[in-house]
């Protein structure tokens, strides 16, 4: 059976990526910062699906700690999926650089620092597949939270670069672009019912795609023209909008 | 985040400001933070008992924790529905102790409804099951309880309507099954007289249900389709299913796309409907064996079938009457029948003993059915009150939107017990929902 790693697995997000992989008889590997409240998530994957499952320390804050992370893994997963993510507070961050420098860490640094060990890993192996979840956010800056969605940008950049190296050594890498979703993330935010997607439609979306080794994937179609549309506004018109 | 809320009934519905979480310590944080709120499942109780300005959604705590599959014994986190349930222990052998009409519920809320079956005068209720369970209090502590320990707790929390604490994790027995099969026997019964003595001939039969319909009247008052039924054992398949005796029933699922306009339910539509419900069966008693699923759920077959009454939503009425009491099942149906307020097929089942201190159940009638709402509707309820009182009988809080205090409390002889253990283990009225405070379980 294969196996997959999820990275930062205590979110909606993870849980349903994990209980997808799961169905599809995969074992799974879940990885976060306190793995004592994964217990729950566990069992259950073991009982719902037949896998099995590990639970593994892993803080995408503790750069130094990541290679040894990937060195304890047993087995080296066929696919690692990098969930973790934190939208932190606009205003907040505006003026205090704690949240800021945690919002750009934990997005872009993390993810690089993480990312950047099992590539060597899956490039030695000449196979692997490594899936990234950035975010719409990061297609273009915008007032209501442009340090999420810059180091979401620095993310999607990293994935782009990271999929053209890896392809000539036969590994594959995808990026995910999620729109709304509804998640505990998001409960504060007001979002549109008919452009937001659940956490299920991640984890298909995410399959999906592993499966067909898509390049960049949107969850919800329309995300895609919606961001053209975006990209396209010129920049003197762009920066009158309140977005 | 604030969105507008509304359980089966689609009756009443509020802006509610809804919580959810994945993790014990995501919960506590919500208890810590929020005012009063009231634990909220799937939404499928019908009228107000889950509906409060803040609610917390247990659905995204669904875990399994442990599943003994040679002891029938499962553990889990409280916001799991039976379906989920059903897809993970039917396949191993094994089947829900007690289900109500719907498997879109989920097992907090079987608790906090404390559901019967049509196996209650065999099974008992939901809670009979229960072995032990977890509640998180309103003052952030996690107490255990059993029918054995913190007795008061456990009682009042099985048809407690949340009042207590959030049920986290939860361990019940289930039933052991050979096939996901149902051997049924459906018997047309001509009025009133012949469903309620079909009813006593087949009491040996694990699951009985009558759909009754309630607008005839004369010599054909009361006509039913009484629906009897047994787990099919192997030798009871043909030799297609025995290949696969456990099998889980394919997921085939419409939706019921709007709300219908609220005329379109009429005396007429729904004399019509019921008519043809009756001759369906065109001979007097039909055996077959079936899936689980039509037997226990024909509805969830349709997503949003209550949509089918139109947009200002409908009531259930559910009510049991003391086996003494026959003569009030006959006026309520004929005020009902008078009254041409139009339900579809009532459903019409007689309860074994019991004797909780706040779960609905107890020995006798009970008949359930649904009402649009529209003008008078309220009016007419409460009189109907006062007949099920007048006959020593009682409401359904799960299916309740709009009963009296005073009919809550006419009809629970030991309420003033569940209110003291409501005030020992939630002083505060953490916990509390538009129907605790109209129902003056909550004081303000």
Not at chain 2, 149 to 154: A, G, R, S
Request: aromatic share 12%; net charge positive; proline share 4%.
């Amino acid at each position: 059976m294969p196996t997959a790693l999820i990275l930062g697995a205590t979110s909606d997000m993870a849980i349903a990526i994990s209980r997808k992989f799961a169905s599809h008889k995969y074992n799974i590997q879940l990885a976060a910062r306190k793995t004592e409240s994964l217990q729950a998530l566990q069992s259950d994957l073991q009982i719902r699906y037949g896998v099995e499952c590990s639970l593994h320390e892993f803080d995408a804050l503790k750069y130094q700690s990541h290679a040894s992370f990937f060195a304890q893994l047993d087995p080296i997963p066929d696919v690692t999926i990098c969930v973790f993510g934190y939208l932190g507070e606009a205003n907040k961050a505006r003026t205090d650089w704690q949240e800021a420098a945690r919002i750009i860490q934990t997005n872009y640094v993390g993810g690089v620092s993480a990312l950047d060990r099992v590539a060597d890993i899956y490039s030695q192996k000449k196979q692997g597949t490594i899936v990234g979840i950035s975010s719409v956010a990061g297609e273009r800056g915008r007032q209501s939270n442009y340090h999420y969605g810059s180091a979401k940008a620095g993310f999607t950049a990293y994935l782009s670069g990271l999929r053209n190296r890896l392809y000539h050594e036969g590994v594959h890498v995808v990026t995910v672009q999620p729109g709304f979703v509804y998640t505990r993330m998001t409960e504060n935010l007001q979002l549109p019912k008919l452009l937001t997607g659940q956490p299920a439609d991640v984890a298909n979306t995410v399959y999906n795609a592993v499966l067909n080794k898509k390049n960049v994937v949107y969850v919800k179609w329309f995300w895609r023209w919606i961001m053209l549309i975006i990209r396209s506004i010129p920049e003197f018109m762009f920066k009158k909008l309140k977005m | 985040m604030k969105k507008q809320i509304a359980n089966w009934g689609n009756y009443p519905m509020m802006e509610s400001d809804e919580k959810s979480f994945a993790f014990d310590e995501q919960l506590k944080e919500v208890i810590r933070k929020e005012g009063s709120l009231i634990p909220r499942g799937n939404g499928r109780c019908y009228g107000d008992a889950s509906l409060a300005d803040v609610t917390v959604s247990t659905l995204k705590y669904d875990k399994i924790l442990s599943f003994n599959t040679s002891d029938g014994i499962l553990e889990c986190q409280s916001g799991i529905t039976l379906d989920q349930v059903l897809e993970v222990i039917v396949p191993k052998g094994w089947f829900l102790p007690v289900t109500p009409g719907t498997k879109f519920i989920t097992v907090g809320g079987a608790i906090a409804s404390d559901v019967h079956g049509k196996n209650h005068h065999v099974d008992g209720c939901f809670s009979h099951h229960v072995l032990e369970m977890d509640i998180l209090l309103g003052n952030g502590e996690t107490l255990r309880c059993s029918p054995s320990f913190n007795t008061d707790l456990f009682e009042a929390t099985c048809g407690g309507m949340g009042l207590t604490g959030v049920i986290t994790r939860v361990r019940f027995s289930l039933k052991k099954i050979e096939t996901s099969y149902i051997r049924q026997k459906q018997v047309k019964a001509e009025n009133l007289d012949e469903v309620l003595r079909l009813f006593e001939e087949y009491k040996h039969y694990t699951y009985s249900v009558a759909w009754i319909d309630c607008l005839k009247k004369g010599k054909d008052f009361g006509r039913s389709i009484l629906i009897l039924g047994e787990h099919a054992t192997v030798s009871d398949l043909d030799e297609s299913k025995k290949k696969d005796p456990l099998k889980l029933p394919k997921k085939k699922q419409i939706t019921f796309p709007f709300n219908l306009p609220w005329w379109i339910l009429n005396t007429f539509t729904v004399k019509a409907f019921n008519f043809l419900y009756y001759h369906k069966n065109t001979k007097k008693e039909i055996n077959n064996v079936v899936s689980y699923e039509p037997f226990f759920y024909p509805l969830d077959a349709i997503l949003h079938w209550n949509r089918g009454y139109g947009s200002k939503g409908f009531i259930q009425y559910q009510f049991v009457l003391p086996l003494e009491a026959r003569n009030g099942l006959v006026e309520i149906m004929k005020r009902i029948s008078d009254a041409g307020l139009g339900s579809f097929l009532a459903v019409l089942k007689v309860f074994g003993k019991q004797d909780s201190l706040i779960s609905f159940p107890k020995e006798g009638y009970t008949l359930a059915l649904d009402f649009p709402v529209r003008k008078g509707l309220m009016e007419f309820l409460d009189e109907l009150d006062q007949i099920v009182l007048k006959y020593g009988g009682r409401l359904y809080m799960s299916k309740d939107a709009r009963m009296k205090p005073g009919v809550l409390q006419a009809g629970y002889p030991r309420l003033q017990q569940f209110k003291n253990i409501i005030h020992k283990y939630n002083p505060d009225n953490k916990l509390r929902s538009i129907q605790s405070d109209r129902l003056l379980l909550t004081e303000n």
